[in-house]
């Protein structure tokens, strides 16, 4: 099962243009960690401050998506020495190598729309499928 990262999922819930091929990827079955849900949160907080959303239709958005969950969650903490590691490593943020320790844990691909995290990935030997 191939991981999702929090850019892709927001590029789905905020439906930004290509959150159709996120849609793709939820179909097929995808994991992701906690930080996803937070993140996705944080975006449509951005979007309400932004006057893009009112607070009643985020609030919608995010329940719809808690209740659907078209994914698994699974447990950061398990790769969170990891993920640091993958952090100093890749000089990249732990927010997105939390995604690469558990894309390496399950042993299967990272799907992101994050072009640093992409690269860091690609360089882990890790399949990526990159969605801009």
């Not at 819930?13 to 996803?36: F, H, I, M, S, Y």
């Not at 993140?39 to 009643?56: A, D, P, T, Y």
């Not at 590691?85 to 894309?103: K, M, N, Q, R, V």
Request: net charge neutral; glycine share 4%.
């Amino acid at each position: 099962m191939r991981v999702i990262d929090s850019s892709s999922l927001a590029k789905y819930v905020n439906r930004e243009p290509g959150w159709e091929e996120v849609e793709d990827q939820l179909k097929k079955g995808v994991a992701t960690t906690p930080l996803a849900l937070k993140e996705i949160s944080n975006s449509l907080w951005k979007r309400v401050r932004e006057g893009q959303l009112s607070k009643q239709y985020s609030r919608q958005v995010l329940e719809g998506l808690l209740k659907l969950r078209p994914f698994k969650v699974f447990d950061q903490e398990t790769v969170l020495t990891a993920a640091l590691d993958i952090s100093t490593e890749e000089d990249i943020p732990i927010y997105d190598a939390i995604f690469i320790a558990l894309s390496e844990k399950m042993r299967d691909g990272l799907i992101t729309s994050d072009v640093k995290q992409a690269e860091a990935a690609k360089r882990r030997k890790l399949q990526v499928i990159y969605l801009p």
